[in-house]
């Protein structure tokens, strides 16, 4: 989540010898969901920018990857999009004033949606992953909410914090 870095995806499946890429399927201002207004400090039913992103690794897909943001950061930007964003979003969020100071992650595990075995290729019985991630910039506003859908099967998760 740093500012230049580029592709954050495509360099970790590059640092394991794979190729990671994505395909942007959505870029939309919509009203937002119930969890994603109150974890954004929102108004029930307030317009946010949704970015929906089918990750591959080597090819296949593995995870789908919804993005929203307040509509008075994303609305007008590259953002509200179906292009990709040169330097991507974290580059062009910290040049819209928002940097990530802190993110909280989620994780856990269900069963998948119709749409997620559809479009993971998967059967009703295959668990996926559900990663959320809150992003606040140092002022404490939350401007970003990811959810992340993943295959379970052969996934690895891996954090590094500092203390």
Sequence with gaps: MTPGSGDAWANEAASTGKQGTQRITAAEETSAPPEVADALRLAPNARVVLRQRVMLLDGHVVELTDSYYPSSIATGTPLADRARIPGGSVTLLANLGYTTDRAVDEISARLPTLREQHELHISERDPVIV??????????????????TMTAAGRHLRYQTKA
């Design 131 to 148: 990663l959320t991630r809150l992003t606040f910039a140092a002022n404490g506003t939350p401007f970003e909410y990811s959810v992340m």
